[in-house]
């Protein structure tokens, strides 16, 4: 049989996956033709699809607590955190629970968060930037299984060590990906992330109580969110960033 | 009760235990106090454990294939490879296999490794600089847990990406030092690495087959050596950097 005549399904070369643990090697990991899916579990990217299922209109990442403060003084909503404190000008702190429907809704909302939007920014330059979560895993993997691209998982981490829990949620979008049929990887973090996710799916909230970032928020008193930023397909939304915001869109093939 | 009256072993403070996933990553674990163990199972702490299992006298790791000529030149016995194939003036290559005791009983050999080499050199400042390996891990296991400084587990990886191989061969060590009661963890990286080792350790050379690197030397002809890379206890020496050299010791609750 000729190459050419075999179905189009069977001819297509399988995408590549890739997961990239810390943004210390992102270099690694970067192409032009991925599309990059940055999470941050705790809490970052968590936040931001918990406003946009709460009606959000469009949330600007900033890194600095100065591009923050200037925002304020421009009239957005702000929120905005450093080492687990609300800033004395933003409106309120990082958590989720923060991002009500009544405090975001129809809103244009400024947030202040270091790893997240620095990852953003890193990866801006690929073909498409995502932000995933638990929240909003089986609309991301549906999203990305209908497109035609190779796909980094971007774990954002902790001041660049690893982390347990982004890994985790890593390892779930690969797990559904790669059964799609449709990627491959050759990437040992895709195999790590998929295997500590076979572990931690049997119970993911009390797996979720080994990550070394449940300690740094309970010492805060700001680990009351973890159990909801663990729980799958809260939305089926999809933020992704464009010209320095971050919109959302809805798969079609998924409903919340 | 009082703190004082309580018994040594009760009242003292455990150890910590980190794993190091990247170099990319070392400068975010770095202590001088640390004791630290490089892993590079495919293939050099294999390699290094091995030459002294047969005899060796010391080792010499260098970094750069000018390095090991010049040691070429002044009469040392050079094994040394660059992308798989062995060096022009070498003696024999990178191979577990060739560390063979007709090779290297009693001799100096310089051992060219670019990731090995720059992971010894990148730890030089810590308390002290042991080679792991699965081939020295009960040993090694033995040994830690009767020191009194933390540890750090420093996965070599393959030009800074995550190497599965490294992280498993981590969480076994880690699990022993857990299990001994005399360490501690906050370090996600730990928690990883032993859950992926639970995973493993029920058929590590199936396990073993997953890794890229498998693949990378597969490719080279180079991967009849996994299987016995992934044996454990094959010696009980403790290979350790001194002085721009390795030497070995062993530790005298284990046996070969």
């Known amino acids: 049989m000729l190459l050419e005549s075999l179905p189009t399904f069977m001819n297509k070369k399988k995408r590549q996956l890739e997961v990239c643990l810390t943004p210390a090697i992102y270099d690694k ?3 032009n033709e991925n599309i990059v899916v940055v999470i941050d579990v705790l809490r970052a990217t ?11 209109r469009q949330i600007i990442p900033v890194a600095t607590v100065e591009e923050a403060r200037q925002k304020k003084e421009e009239g957005y909503t702000v ?9 004395d000008f933003a409106d309120f702190g990082n958590s989720p629970f923060n991002f009500s429907g009544d405090k975001v809704k129809d809103k ?31 609309a991301l993997a549906g999203y990305l ?13 902790w001041k660049d060590r690893f982390s ?18 449709k990627y491959e990887s050759i990437c040992d973090a895709v195999t790590a992330s998929s295997d500590l996710w076979s572990i931690a799916k049997c119970d993911l909230n009390q797996y979720s109580l080994k990550a070394a970032q449940k ?18 397909d809260f939305t089926d939304l999809i933020p992704y960033y464009s010209d320095g915001r971050l919109l959302s869109k809805a798969n079609g093939t998924n409903k919340k």
């Open 108 to 138: 244009d909302i400024v947030y202040s968060t270091t790893n997240g939007t620095r990852c953003i920014h890193m990866a801006s330059h690929s073909k498409e930037v995502l932000i995933g979560s638990f929240l909003n895993l089986s």
């Open 215 to 232: 300690g740094r928020l309970a010492s805060k008193g700001l680990d009351d969110c973890i159990e909801f930023c663990h729980q799958l």
């Open 29 to 31: 990991h970067a192409n």
């Open 79 to 87: 929120a905005s955190e450093r080492d687990g404190y609300v800033l």
């Open 164 to 181: 347990l829990e982004d890994t985790v949620c890593a390892g779930a979008l690969a797990e559904r990906l790669l059964a799609s049929g």
């Open 46 to 56: 968590s936040s931001i699809c918990t406003a946009f299922a709460n009606g959000v």
């Open 145 to 157: 299984i209908e497109q035609d691209a190779p796909v980094l998982l971007f774990c954002a981490s």
